[in-house]
Every structure is written in C-alpha cells, then in structure tokens.
C-alpha cells in the first residue's frame, strides 16, 4: 500500500467531494503536491508522465465543477487519467499502476465507477460521450457527459464522425486540450483582448442579461436578438477567422490556460450552466513542473522504470535506421507514421529525408490507403505501425492493398503480448486477421539481422507484405541456439535441438524464449524435445512444405505455439496447411484461447494466458503420451 506520510493533502482525498471543501490555497498545495508524487512514482516504475503533469489543474477543476460519477467523465487514450485516479479513491494501490493484478495504466470500467468508459486507442472519447449524453437525454436524466481529448487524439478522423453526429441540445461538454499544436489560432492584440475578455464571469453574465432583456421585447425581441447575435459573430469572425466548432453549430469557449486553475474552473462552471452542448479549448503545457519533461515533453511521453536498459538497440529503433540506410540507396522509398515516429523508430529517418516521411496523424485508416495509393504510383511506402493500432485499418488493408495487390509494406511493431500497457494493447490479433487475406505475406524476425533482411526483402515484393516484431530486442539465449553462424541471407524456418528429437515445437516470435525453457525443463526429465523457428509465416503453404522437410520423422509430434488469438492465427492455419498436404502428425495448438488477456498479480501475463514454459512443457508430455 501506498505511503503518504510526507504529503499534507495528496493520499486525503480519496472522492470529489472532498476535493470540492479545499480552498484555493490548499488546492494549489494539493497540485503541487500531485506532480511531486507522478514525478518519483512514474520515473521509478515506468507510465506516462509529461501528459500527466500538464492536466493537474485540469483535472482537479472538473473533479471541483462536475459531479464523478454521476456526471461521465471519459478521458481520450486514458493515458492522462492517473490525476484522475489518484482523486477517486485509486490513491493508495497506485504503486500497482501497469503491474499484474494492479491499476490499469489507462481508464477502466471494472476498476472505478469513476471510469465509465474504457479506453486505451486513440479519439473514441467524443464518440463515447456523445453516447451517454444522448442516452442520457432520452431517460430523463441531469447528467453531464465529459469527453477531454488532446490535440493530437483530434486528429484521428473518428473525431470528426463523432462531431458530425452532435445535438446542440445535449449535456455534453467536449474539452479540447491543447497542448502541442494550434488548433484555433488567434492573432493581434485586439483578438487576444477580446479572448480574455470572454473567459472572464463577467463576460458571461453580461451576455445573459443581454439575452433575457433583447428576448423579452414584445414582439420584435427574439426577432431583433437573433439580428444581435449575427452582427456579433460577423464582428468576432472578422477577428479571429471562422471557428470550426462554431461552424457546426456548436457553443465554443476558450481558449483558457488550462494550468490556470481558476480560469479553467470559471469557464467550466459557466459551461455547465448553458445546459447545451460546448466545446471548450484549453491550453495545458506538457510536463509542467517537470524541468526536463517540458523541456523535452515526447521524451517524457512513456518513461521506462528505473534500471530497465540495455546496450542493445530495440528493433524500433533497427527499423528506422536500416529503413533509413535503404532509403539513401532508393529515392522511392517513403516512410509513414500514424502519429508515432518517436515510438516506431522512424525519427532517424524523418531527420535524414524529411520530404519522404509522412506524419499522417492518428488515421490508420487514411495510412494505409494514402501508402496503397503510393504504391500504386511506383514509390515503395512503409508504413510503421503498433499491431494494436493496425486492427482500424483492417478494411483498407483488404479493399486497398490486398485486393489491388499493392506493395504497402507494413512495420507491425509491438507484436504479441505487452505486460504493462494490458489488453488494450496486446498485439495478438494482427496474425489471424492478415493470414485470411488474399496475397498478404508475412514475416515474423526475432533478431537484428533477421528484422533488417526482412526489410531489404519486403521492399522488392510485388505484394503486401507484413513484418511483425516484438517490443524489445533480441535475446542471446535466442542468438546462441538458433544462429551460431552469425549473419544469414534467408528468410527461413531455424531448428534447434531436432535431431532425434521426441517431439517439436514449431513457433514464432519472442514467446520461443518460453519454448527454450519448456525444451531444457523437459530435457531434465529425459524427454528430448525440439524448437522450429518460423521467420515467417505466411504463405502457409510453403511455410508447410519447409516444416515437413524438416520434421525428419513424419510421425514426431507437434506442438505449434503462438502468442496470438488461437482462431484463425498461425496454429490453426499451418496445421491445416500441413492437413491439406497429407503431412500433419499428432499435434496440439497453444495459443490465446477465446479471451482478453489481464495479467494478473505474481504471474507473468504467459502464465495467464496459459501459453508460459511450464504449460508447453505440460503439453507436451501428454501429447507425447496420447494415442493418435
């Protein structure tokens, strides 16, 4: 459990409502106190920091005007809620924050009532709001719906639908925090004074004053108001330029320094009583507090926990520096991010050929087929992507690469499990839903050398072609069994420990590390079992053929393991392949079952999916011990 012994406020205020008796000078103590506490606590186990830090005084003045939970306060990404949870009751298990059993490291329903709406992608939470808003609506409910998105969560074209789709007559209250990049950009002195003037309490009661006496003319009044209001928003947009939100026919208020903590409370207050649906823009600056954090805020996006390094670069990091290296030797080659380059490794590439690199925002959509399109007009795009985010641009995938037989290369980084993001990010479902697609090939590399040949290889394919790799590096428990020689010039299946072997293994991807270990605990018990390392997949005919030949024994059993969805994933389709071809001995899939997998405490997420050594070793002695 947590110690707050140090803090006056912080580990106090567990609820809302005891947020709401603090006065103005205990609230500045409480915030101070907050970033002092993200400070040491994510730095020393790892989350997201910088976006944290910005959102404190934001965070307490919704906590402060709104009432959690009846009110719906849905936070974009979730990745900015752990203000959020220290303040609704989380405080005390929050050095469990991303550990098995411990506290989402984004908003989750199970977890809080406070949580009404899980997340974890990107620009869902405008969509979500509008959801209980307008359900909300229709029970007769008071309620008030929160969606806070960041700029660059706006840029994802959900967004937008999502907007396209708002009543005017809502509870529904849309804060836009700007903390990046311009979103309205106002300019001139007599524009910045009117802006100010317009966040003041003032401002907002004069207006209503204007409102009640213009309508309560007899006769001309609504009339003569509605005059009033055109002439104010010709004059307002000669200033400031055309609003979008207002455009739509959406209230707009801001922008306001969202680290000002009675601004923010003031127009959030003022917000509350149009009983209509707003947007209001606030201004928040990343890590503030924080020296190195605002200085360097994408640095400080997700920290690492303390005394996790290697010498070793990440194979994010290998994709952008031999992307890079190929890109020198070919003008066509063009590189794509959704909104990621520092965390696919395509920043090395961005400095070197900035012309070539294309930041499309959080559209994975738009990404693929921007990349097809390419393709389609001779330049060789790749398009570096998580697998978790990969999943929304599953139709484009198949309507405009697939179908057209474009060579879009995809860089699915984060492939397999990830333990501390949860399931939310799991990279487990990109194998079935690529392996069902006409055309698609893919590799699965666990090495440097491995990642860097499937990349000189993918970019002279005629086809669509998928690279999947873990988050991490190469391992040398990897390297000294499976690639004594060193450097190789094939894309190939690689055994280890097959000769006369009793049973094998046929994998790919880092869970083969849980297969060494099921090998060496069997071998203690005088089975001799064997690993087959796919360094590719997909086609699964082919891949079908090379495993035969390197069976040896056709009557060996087979485990195939995976850490992947069981339906539709590499289990299934190679064991039908090899069906199809006559050659499948007894054999057992070992894969993610029919679930979501969370971690839970003192277990690796392995065990928890039921895929770790001890349960291949398992597996094995009673396939070996089953009659075909």
């Known amino acids: 459990m947590q110690s707050f012994t140090e803090y006056q406020y912080l580990g106090h205020v567990n609820s809302p409502q005891e947020l709401k008796a603090l006065d103005n000078q205990q609230l ?47 936070w974009d990404v979730g990745h900015q809620c752990y203000v959020h949870k220290l303040l609704t009751g989380r405080a005390d298990s929050f050095d469990t924050l991303r550990k098995g059993g411990g506290l989402s490291g984004f908003t989750k329903r199970s977890e809080s009532e406070h949580d009404p709406f899980g997340a974890g992608h990107s620009s869902t ?16 409910s008071d309620a008030y719906s929160i969606a806070v998105i960041g700029d660059g969560a706006f840029t994802g074209g959900m967004v937008h639908e999502a907007l396209n789709n708002v009543d005017k007559n809502l509870r529904l209250v849309i804060v836009l925090n700007e903390n990046e990049m311009s979103i309205a950009k106002n300019t001139g002195r007599i524009a910045n004074t009117l802006a100010h003037i317009r966040r003041g309490k003032a401002y907002f009661d004069a207006k209503k004053v204007t409102r009640n006496v213009l309508k309560g003319i007899p006769l001309v009044g609504k ?23 207002e455009d739509m026919g959406l209230t707009y ?31 928040t600056k990343k890590g503030l507090g924080y020296q190195p954090a605002e200085q360097a805020p994408t640095a400080y996006h997700g920290v690492s926990p303390t005394g996790k390094s290697s010498e070793k670069p990440s194979f994010s990091k290998i994709t952008g520096k031999v992307l890079t290296e190929l890109a020198t030797e070919n003008d066509r080659i063009c590189a794509i991010t959704a909104a990621m380059g520092d965390g696919t490794g395509l920043e090395t590439f961005h400095k070197a050929y900035p012309e070539r690199y294309f930041d499309v925002g959080i559209a994975e959509e738009h990404a693929v087929t921007f990349g097809a399109a390419m393709a389609a007009n001779g330049y060789i795009p790749v398009f570096a992507v998580y697998s978790t985010f990969l999943q929304r641009g599953y139709d484009q995938i198949i309507h405009d ?7 879009l290369v995809m860089c699915i980084d984060r492939a397999g499990i990830s333990p501390s993001d949860g399931a939310t990010h799991h990279g487990i479902f990109d194998v079935a839903f690529l392996s069902h697609i006409p055309g698609v090939k893919i590799y699965t590399p666990v090495t440097a050398d491995g990642l860097a040949l499937s990349l000189k290889t993918a970019i002279s394919e005629k086809c669509p072609v998928a690279i999947r790799y873990p988050n991490g590096r190469e391992h040398d428990d990897v390297l000294s069994r499976f690639y004594k020689d060193g450097a190789y010039t094939d894309i190939d299946v690689r055994a280890w420990n097959t000769e006369d072997a009793q ?47 390197l069976i040896g024994n056709p009557d060996t059993p087979i485990v195939f393991l995976e850490e992947e969805i069981r339906a539709g994933g590499f289990g299934m389709m190679l064991s039908d392949a090899m069906a199809r071809n006559g050659i499948l001995p007894k054999h057992v899939i070992m894969a993610i079952d029919d679930n979501f997998v969370h971690q839970t405490r003192d277990e690796s997420v392995y065990t928890t999916a039921g895929i770790d050594s001890k349960c291949i070793a398992d597996a094995i002695v009673t396939l070996m011990n089953t009659e075909n």
């Open 253 to 283: 208020l801001g922008p306001v320094d969202g680290n000002d903590m009675e601004a923010i409370e003031t127009l959030l207050r003022e917000a509350k009583k149009l009983d209509e649906s707003v947007i209001i823009h606030v201004k």
């Open 28 to 74: 500045l103590c409480l915030n101070a106190e907050i970033r002092d506490f993200l400070i040491r606590r994510v730095n020393e186990n790892g989350g997201h920091l910088a976006s944290n830090l910005g959102v404190v005084e934001l965070t307490v003045a919704l906590h402060r005007v709104f009432d959690s939970p009846k009110d719906h306060m849905i």
């Open 223 to 245: 009339h003569l108001f509605r005059v009033v209001k055109r002439v104010k928003m010709g004059v307002k947009n000669a200033l400031y330029g055309s609003n979008y939100f």
């Open 503 to 549: 049973c094998l293994i046929v994998t790919h991807g880092k869970i083969v590390r849980e297969a060494i270990k099921a090998v060496e605990a069997l071998a203690g018990q005088g089975i001799r079992a064997g690993i087959l390392l796919c360094e590719y997949i997909k086609p699964y005919d082919k891949l079908a053929n090379r495993v035969a030949e």
């Open 401 to 407: 690469a697939a179908l057209q037989n474009l060579p």
């Open 125 to 140: 939470s405008i969509s979500a709001a509008l959801g209980f808003a307008m359900t909300d609506k229709l029970s007769g």
